[in-house]
């Protein structure tokens, strides 16, 4: 079974930048689309971005679009969220998720069946 380990949280000024990553064990991404969403303190989970492993197309939240950037990682079959220009809304919790997910879905939570464990990032001033 696809397990998905999600590192590279940290704490950083405003600014500043990260680079989240989202590996693969126990199966491959082939054939996934795969996601990141956040959840700050008091908040519900939020799309980020998402990438298809197989074609490459992404999609980005309106909050990060020109920010942040998604990539994928062949040797470390991994996916790669490249965070720049980092404020205060940013701090969250941040998961990556692994889904059939399809251009109208890509977005849903539900449409994910493969979830990290969550890696924190905090942007402070």
């Known amino acids: 079974q696809l397990q998905l380990v999600d590192t590279g949280g940290g704490a950083v000024q405003t600014g500043g930048s990260l680079r989240l990553s989202c590996a693969a064990s126990?199966?491959?991404?082939?054939?996934?689309?795969i996601a990141w969403f956040r959840q700050a303190p008091g908040k519900e989970r939020e799309f980020v971005a998402a990438?298809?492993?197989?074609?490459?197309?992404?999609w980005f939240s309106d909050s990060v679009k020109g920010r942040f950037s998604i990539s994928k990682d062949y040797t470390n079959s991994a996916v790669l969220l490249q965070m720049n220009r980092l404020n205060a809304e940013d701090t969250a919790v941040y998961y990556c998720?692994?889904?059939?997910?399809?251009?109208?879905?890509?977005?849903?939570?539900?449409?994910?069946?493969?979830w990290g464990q969550g890696t924190q990032v905090t942007v402070s001033s």
């Open positions: 990438i298809r492993w197989s074609g490459g197309n992404t």
């Open positions: 998720a692994a889904g059939r997910a399809i251009a109208s879905t890509v977005a849903t939570q539900t449409a994910y069946y493969y």
């Open positions: 126990g199966g491959a991404f082939s054939g996934y689309s």
